[in-house]
């Protein structure tokens, strides 16, 4: 006995989704089922649904989806259309789950670099400080031992006896240097604008292999980057310190031309200073390492002051 489908039955394009299985809906253990098989299949299951012995409310729609499900296997283009279709569905299925797998695998891995290289970053700025640290207390240890040296050599001059011709007159040819222990520092600024700039901020034995060519370096230590160009106050620039062993070298450093020196790291540094100028101002340390003679020193400071003069009165 037939039944009308009511105005809610589904027709065959409801029928396939990825939750819907007809054969699971039939009772079919497989999607290879005869035609034998199908119609027992339908038999034994559309008789718990027939609204003569089923008075349930959902009993009618039950009975015709299985039904259209048994027509449609039944046929067999239409069942080859609901196969096709039905396989494509699942193989998206599949595709759109393992996309989802590869999104957090994907996300997993980022979260965990960025972790990494949040460490990395404080470990670095934490080795950076400590650098800074001891070469700050090395420079103090320095500094007070040249001063200790130079209090005991003027407590030897005031003891030792001093003869008629020594009284008289100084020895004016000894020279003087105008440098001091801690000048054998001296501060790099690169920019950070390519590669190579940011390498060296990474590593300080690129640094040291091209001052090296200076003379001996004693320590070499690479600044957290923090420093910005005043000309610009958007790009920010490298920043290290490099002590040399010897004052000789470190003058060489500062004074060489890198305008004119067409090495890579030669092309990205900004500036070469001491990190503490001599101590009389007023004197060229560029030009001389020693002290200039006072009567020269004071024609030379009148000398451009009479320049000066003469150069607002024209302006007037």
């Not at 039905?86 to 999104?103: G, I, P, T, V």
Request: with cysteine; hydrophobic share 35%.
């Amino acid at each position: 006995m037939s039944v009308p489908p009511s105005s809610n039955a589904p027709s065959l394009n409801e029928l396939i989704t990825p939750s819907l299985n007809i054969y699971q809906l039939l009772g079919l253990a497989s999607e290879t089922a005869t035609s034998s098989e199908i119609r027992r299949a339908y038999r034994q299951t559309a008789l718990k649904y027939h609204p003569d012995k089923n008075p349930s409310d959902d009993a009618a729609e039950k009975f015709h989806l299985l039904t259209v499900a048994s027509e449609t296997l039944l046929d067999e283009s239409l069942r080859q259309v609901y196969d096709g279709q039905r396989m494509a569905q699942m193989a998206q299925k599949r595709q759109l789950a393992a996309m989802d797998r590869e999104r957090r695998r994907m996300r997993d891995d980022l979260e965990r670099r960025e972790q990494e290289a949040m460490i990395g970053r404080d470990i670095k700025r934490s080795k950076s400080s400590v650098d800074v640290d001891q070469l700050r207390s090395e420079g103090l240890r320095r500094k007070g031992s040249l001063q200790t040296k130079m209090e005991d050599r003027s407590c030897l001059r005031k003891m030792a006896p001093v003869s008629e011709s020594q009284s008289k007159e100084p020895d004016s040819k000894a020279p003087v240097t105008i440098f001091s222990e801690t000048d054998c520092t001296v501060q790099v600024k690169w920019r950070l604008t390519s590669p190579l700039g940011q390498k060296l901020a990474q590593d300080s034995q690129e640094l040291k292999a091209f001052f090296g060519k200076f003379g001996e370096i004693d320590q070499v230590v690479v600044l957290p980057i923090n420093f910005v160009d005043p000309a610009t106050t958007t790009k920010k620039m490298g920043s290290g310190l490099i002590v040399f062993k010897q004052k000789s070298v470190a003058y060489a450093a500062v004074k060489h031309n890198y305008k004119t020196d067409f090495t890579d790291i030669a092309k990205v540094i900004k500036s070469v200073e001491f990190t503490k100028k001599p101590t009389d101002v007023g004197i060229d340390y560029q030009e001389s390492e020693t002290k200039p003679d006072v009567a020269d020193l004071k024609a030379s400071i009148a000398a451009k002051l009479a320049k000066l003069k003469e150069k607002s009165k024209g302006n007037v």
